[in-house]
């Protein structure tokens, strides 16, 4: 049986550790078995216990930056997020504020235009009256009031269609309607338009004076 090469080279050292060692006493095999221990464990310090250690610094090192980058980013996102929610709150106070100066002008505006003029609103009436079944007979001007009475006679959806084209403009309201039944399909009808602007303006006048006499009571 022929033994390979590499089998037979260890057979030797092995054969000539067995001679060395068989010509040493026994202090000096302990001695050597201690060296070599230190030299082994030298050897497995320095080529691998010392770059596993200076691997897991590097980790740590790593770890250690990475975690400082993510401190860093979240404060970022949080700062952002911050400023983020005050300029919205900023841009809601002053979206309240442009609002409400929006309102004040409407309503300078809405003062600014002019009250019912009783003799300029017959025409459209009149026009309003000619495109449905509707008889206006009687206009009532009342210009201190700036109110128009109006007399007519109509089938009761005509009638509604006229009150919704009277609400449709912007400051006119009904102040009273009355309403006359006949043997026929129409509806005898009275009523009067006036501009609420001025009735509050009249009731913010009177106001005052009830105050200045319940004093002198």
Same mark, same amino acid.
């Given at each position: ?11 030797? @050292? ?26 082994? @464990? ?5 080529? %691998? ?11 740590? *090192? ?14 970022? %996102? ?33 003062? /600014? ?20 079944? !509707? ?16 007399? &007519?006679? &109509?089938?009761?959806?005509?009638? %509604?269609? !006229? ?28 009523? /009067? +338009?006036?501009?609420?602007?001025? *009735?509050? /303006? +009249?009731?913010?006048?009177? /106001?005052?004076?009830?105050? @200045? ?5």
């Amino acid at each position: 049986m022929r033994f390979k090469p590499h089998l037979a080279y260890l057979a030797q @050292i092995q054969k000539h550790l067995y001679h060395f060692l068989s010509t040493k006493t026994t202090r000096e095999k302990y001695l050597l078995f201690t060296a070599t221990s230190l030299c082994v @464990i030298f050897i497995m310090l320095d080529f %691998v216990y010392m770059p596993l250690f200076e691997r897991l610094s590097t980790l740590r *090192q790593l770890h250690s930056h990475t975690q400082n980058e993510y401190n860093l980013s979240l404060d970022s %996102v949080y700062s952002a997020k911050n400023e983020h929610l005050e300029q919205m709150y900023s841009l809601h106070s002053s979206l309240e504020y442009t609002k409400e100066n929006l309102a004040l002008l409407q309503e300078y505006f809405d003062n /600014q235009e002019p009250l019912l003029n009783p003799y300029t609103f017959m025409p459209p009436l009149i026009e309003f009256a000619k495109t449905s079944h !509707l008889t206006l007979f009687a206009f009532t001007p009342n210009p201190a009031l700036n109110a128009l009475s109006v007399e &007519g006679m &109509g089938h009761f959806d005509d009638i %509604v269609a !006229l009150l919704a084209f009277i609400e449709s403009h912007r400051f006119f309201s009904i102040d009273y309607m009355h309403f006359t039944s006949s043997r026929e399909e129409s509806i005898y009808f009275s009523l /009067q +338009i006036i501009d609420y602007r001025l *009735q509050k /303006q +009249i009731s913010e006048d009177s /106001q005052p004076k009830q105050n @200045i006499k319940e004093v002198r009571k």
